[in-house]
């Protein structure tokens, strides 16, 4: 189960937050304290970072598209307030993934490659294709963190094996 993707877009111009802030809606922004503005949607229900630079980090969608459209969004509000903004650039940074299929883990088979201390933390983190984090609880849990949705189903193929 695919619970949060987190994506990049650039805008193409700078932004003058202050501007923003005062003519935008749902916008949290702290001048002294970050140099970047918060903003939410309800649908697809995601949260932006919104940088001066032009950048926008968006996370919380549910998947790759329901990402693309909530850029494609913020980016559209973005140019309603007199800004000329091009949608340059959309990358997924990140996807978590996870799921409970397995049965009860047994980490002996794991311990050749990876090291488990349960005293420090209770998962097992194995990293077997590069740019993929799994970490395997004990219970069965399945948690994945990477880049490409099928680099994600891969290595969960990889870890039914054990």
Do not use: W
């Not at 695919?2 to 202050?18: P, Q, S």
């Not at 140099?35 to 309800?42: E, F």
């Amino acid at each position: 189960m695919l619970l949060n993707v987190i994506a990049t877009v650039k805008l193409g111009c700078r932004l003058d937050l202050n501007i923003i802030a005062h003519k935008a809606r749902n916008v949290e922004y702290k001048p002294k304290v970050q140099k970047y503005q918060r903003r939410m949607i309800r649908e697809p229900r995601t949260t932006a970072t919104i940088y001066e630079s032009g950048n926008i980090v968006c996370s919380g969608a549910n998947s790759e598209d329901q990402s693309r459209v909530a850029t494609r969004r913020y980016a559209r509000i973005v140019q309603r307030l007199g800004f000329p903004v091009s949608f340059l650039n959309f990358k997924i940074q990140n996807l978590v993934a996870t799921c409970s299929t397995f049965p009860v883990i047994r980490f002996c088979g794991f311990f050749t490659l990876h090291s488990y201390e349960p005293e420090l933390f209770p998962g097992l983190f194995c990293s077997v294709i590069p740019g993929i984090t799994a970490t395997i609880f004990a219970s069965g849990r399945l948690t994945l963190s990477g880049n490409c949705i099928l680099e994600v189903l891969t290595i969960l193929l990889l870890l039914r094996k054990f």
